[in-house]
């Protein structure tokens, strides 16, 4: 129940239809939104935490590079005062608070607007489920501005931490290679969920081998499903990351392109590896059926096998069972005979294995099953 | 019955086959028409209903932006007069009244003629089907001419709330503000419907994990089929509002197009929902048919086991009920032992013995199912 | 064997391979060729059957527009005739003849060469099939020349009739529209025929959930196939029509290109429903075969309920039946009892309580089935 | 195995990996090569076989067309001396002697390189497989040059009869029309051998209807790979084709490619004819997968009836077969009835009767099966 | 579970995520790195082993073309020095390193950096699986640098042999060339490979058809799986080699985009018998689930025809074993009549009799099976 009301919430948008477009609904149960600054240039860097949206400005034409991480989006008036500050365009303030949107680059103006989607795979009770986390950016001249739901775990800091170390390579770069940065080390995150998937599905497979059970044609349909997800998640991402390619955006320099490159890699050997994955599910269900048709043959023969071999000697002692009266000269004559009895047996033993030959001549007994 | 003659009505155009281009056909169970018009600018706003065609023309030149919008195709009259005020193309008309168009775009001189479909779900003795109307919209300087079916419940609403409302963004736009308003209302309803297909299918996940029955296939093929038709509708929707966004029109500021954009990101995302609702069909149609066999799998093996466990049993008991004359010394001497009958049920219970371990080594019994 | 033996036919050319290319080889069965003629201007109309072939160049320049169909393709020198008179490429002469093209549209210096196919559907004795028929027409400057192959029922009918009418549009129009009207009956008597496969697909599903029949399967099949035809035949309409739109060709105004795509817009609603009425077949052949494992699972339950519940109860008859010998005390000594014959059958009766109460909670019995 | 050792050798390649490009590694098996002339103008033709190809460079200047075929590729110095002539490039005739190469059209300089191949249906003991032999042409100023595999079976004579002809209309056309030629016998030829599998497909629908037996799977699946393997061939072909018509080759006329566009269509039709061919296979399948479920079905309904019939029956019967002492009163009375048998058997005709109502009102019985 | 493991060893990436680009990370686990000089020009060549990177620089400009190949990527300093020395871009080092790559081919500056995949196919104990590598080069001016990971088995062997061979082609030509040989010989030894593949599954066929094992089943799917990795190791392949043949890249020759075309003809006609073999697999799983229900068909047939045999006989003799008290008349006269045991036997013997014509006239005995 918990998972299935889960997949609906995921399904439904909080925006009322017919709504004036722009309009800013922020959900009630999300997180406060924290506000993170991050501003460098090559030679100094400043780390602020929770500071108040009035004191960024100051930042921004001080230092080359200044980038604002909201986390939590339950704030109304942070993401306001945040929009006039940088000029945000109300579609794309709205887009980061109601969630679910694809992964996608829109130009406004001067401004990047970037929608990306973090995964995580959580674990419980030794059933895990995938866990998807919006991540919105604005890339102008001079900032980045991003937006994260807020929920646990992080996959940005590797990123912060190299802003912080003083000789690293993206600390003379401009706004660009930052957004760039954040997208590899999303797309990169993608890696070990994938590959948790191919340790599943192997398990899975040994599982099937062994015992088939109709449980597992759920725990198939769940790693589809969700592969599938993953799949609808990475297919825009990768087209978002190649439309900064292409596109001749003067925010995106030359040197950030070929970097954006190998990102764009990245993203398409996850899409192979799913693509994998997805194949592996479908041979994973004919595996089942086959195993399920295999178990039901042998249940068939072990029945076929007990009846056909017992059926005829039943006959046998029935006939012997009949009361007819004996004193007439060819009505049962030989329950009198002497060895009427071991004839009787002799003759089943023999019908039995002559029934057996057939058997084992089909490889229905003593052969490989 | 009446669901198979709905959909077969769906099915028929009313059009005669070879006759001329431009012919309007009135269906005559169509509504009556009634014309409504609400005409605005910045300042002030008009809302009149019911009102004869030959009196709109005045407000065409008073206001910026006057929508008509008709409500029922039933009144022949009504439509031509309103072709000739407003100098419609006589195909664009055709197609007004005939029914089932898909959805599109089309220039005709300075006016674009939009085809849209709203969607609503009908609930009726617990089972619900999925009702289509259709919204044609002619986009000219200065107006939007909309017509509706006039069925009961209208999307279109919230479009008219927001007009009323004095300091709305609505009112300082031109048409095609309106037209896109319109557009993104008509969408926009399509996330509840396609949220209710969603639930449906969990509902109907865990009536198959159940018990699973005939119906449910049925159940499954009505989803998937009326998941294709919003597939199909949604499809030259998304098209239509591509081609608004990128073909050259004059009438659409490139404000509007931004907006456009939005409403374009909207109908990816429903068509995503769509194909994962279209995947779960599948995937349940999967999960009945294991299912199924697995009930079979489990009434063979109760009958094989009980079938295999008694046949030698009654083998057993069938030889002891021969009549050999059992004066001869071979002749069955166990009948004349004295714990003959013990020693019989003694083998028979160590037959049954060897048997259940036998099915209880294969998992047939005792163990899980 | 006649429909398997039509269907071959339909599948073989009648073109000698390597022969030349332009060879006409006309069909010795073919009819008898009629040349019909409609030549008309706004303000006059001429209607002339079976004329031969040398007369028809004076119509061609007193008419604004002339249009002459040839119906019956079994007169070699008729078609040599035209092809002289109106200088017909011997390349679309010989598809004219050689039926089973592609539909296509093809430029020949002025001329402009179309190929499509009518379809009917011929009932005969409670089943029908499809029916197709070859249109080829050439639209030169001031005339349309049409070839039938001038089997029973025209399409072409309704287009007559509007030539025909004084103050019909058509009249005032140039061949280029005459041929567009052409085009849009054959594509419009369409619809009726892919409205009765949705007719059949419902009373074959209304079968099938009543009591499926190995007929049925077949039924789809041929509905499967012909609706696979259809859709053969419409796709090349399709592109043909949407090159006429499209291509330069300086034969059709711009006024007929509006026209046609109005008959694209068609064409491509046809898609639809034939893809639609494609899916129903898949659903159907879903249907039947979970209809009819249904079917094997009740019969394997009624089997394994009378077996189980009657083998334990004949094993203990079986065990009454022995003929040990009573007068031994360990012997059977239930025979003996003065209740032994009543509580041998309270004994079978509470087994078989005991079993009916297994299978009813299996929901074997008593339950919905 | 003979068949399964012919497919192997069709799938290997006799080239060594990482050889040097341009090596020709001639089959020792392949037949010995004859060159055959057949030189033309409009007036004049000469026609001549197993000249020595030093004697060819005369007829190239002489003659407005030189059509030089070359059959059987086991002449290494033959084919080199070709080459010399008329300045092949290495890899093309590499491509030349190492058969199985995709159809295609490749320029090299003033010359142009076509590979297609040409299919016979070979039939023996009532089997037929499909045999395919590569023929590759070189097209250059005034000459064709033409290279087969020598098999036997030729699809070119048709072509050398209009040559020969002395008013045909290919001696006043230069070699692209000849070559052209070619290719339409080549794609003509096809047609016969697609209609043949037509045909056996029938006869297997047939079969399955009457008999379904285990073989007809490895036939369906034969005939589907075969029409897989020409759907190969055919595609290329094609694409060939098209990029003769599209691309600007200065040495096909525009009247050939005018020719060639039928050519294309021929092509496009046989793709369409095997697309139908597999799509009746895939039909095939599901017939017999469905007629074999029915006799399992019918199969099962017959043991039901009999063993539910009779179980009851053989318990009523053991119950009076049992030895209970009947000097008790209440052990089996019925014995001693005066009408103990008839009432018992008449018992258990109604028990039967019972039974075979509720057969017969499942349809199990005496109904359509 | 070697194989399991081996699998998942594949789909891990060493990188972690986040990292910043073009950070080296060797594998501890990789083989020293061997470097490895050919230089050559049309008159004079120069083979070196194990030579240190600092002596390269030399023949770097004494020779026309350098070839520089490293064997094993185990050595961080050895890459590092390389980068240096040839300017390699970090991200593509990084590639170089950082297996698992898709085939590509990107351009770095005056640089070219292509990936491709050799393949072998190694057999242990009968059973064979797909190993890849990845050969990783930079063609510069003057130069092709290659890296492999150095695991046994080596395609490459052929091209150093065409090198130090005095009057090849290849030591005229510049590095392009020998980038070509190189990528020729990785295609080529495809070849090999996917007719293995062919082979296995034609010795499978034959085992189905003999006695179907569920093990074959697992045998498909892998055979399916790994033909899947073979086709999206080529895919990417030919789509590089087609970038290197289409896109403008000063650093290919025409005569080198000639030589390359063939190339790509070879990718094109592996893909076909990939996308042959995968046919087959899915044929081959066709033909075992036929095959297995065949089996089950057969399985049940003599089921039936034993039961429904004897039930009617067992039936039969348990009435004459009934304890009716024959001293009424009408209690079993029979039993009483001289030939009522023969009557009796009589009697069954003709329901045999019916019951085998009836089993007859099915085909289900004594018929083909």
Known sequence: MSTSRKRRR????????????????????????KV????????????LKDLPVSQISEYLTK??????????????????????????HPLALEDVVNLHQRAKVEVYG????????????????????????????????GFVLSFQQGLEGDVLNPVRERVRRDNSHIRVCGPDHLAYAMLDAVIDHYFPVVERYGERLEDLEDAILG???????????????????????????????????????PLITDETR?????CHDHAMRLMDLVETCREVCSDLMDLYLSSVSNRMNEI???????????????????????NFDTSAPLNMPELKWRYGYPACLLVMVLISIGQLLFFWRRGWIFGRR
Not at 212 to 232: C, D, F, G, N, V
Not at 258 to 262: A, K, M, N
């Open 36 to 47: 993170e600054l991050l501003a460098y240039g090559p030679h100094q860097q400043v780390d």
């Open 300 to 322: 068939m023969k072990v029945l076929t096998v007990m009846s056909t071999l017992f059926i005829p000697l039943t006959f046998v002692v029935g006939i012997y069972g009949m």
């Open 211 to 249: 015992r088939p059970a109709q449980s597992m044609i759920a725990e198939i349909h769940q790693a589809k499903r969700e592969l599938l997800l993953l799949r609808r998640n990475l297919w825009p991402q990768r087209e978002a990351v190649n439309a900064l390619i292409r596109d001749p955006i």
């Open 110 to 141: 001067d401004q990047l607007f970037i929608v990306t989607h973090m995964v995580t795979l959580k674990e419980q009770d030794g059933r895990c489920h995938l866990e998807s986390e919006q991540l919105s950016m604005f890339l102008g001249p």
């Open 63 to 88: 230092f080359p590079v200044t980038w604002v991480n909201v986390e939590g989006l339950g704030d109304l008036t942070v993401l306001q005062e945040l929009g006039r500050l940088f000029h945000l």
């Open 258 to 262: 070929v970097y954006l490159r190998d």
């Open 10 to 33: 995921a399904l439904q948008s909080r925006k009322i239809p017919g709504a004036a477009p722009g309009t800013l609904v922020v959900d009630p149960n999300a997180p406060v939104s």
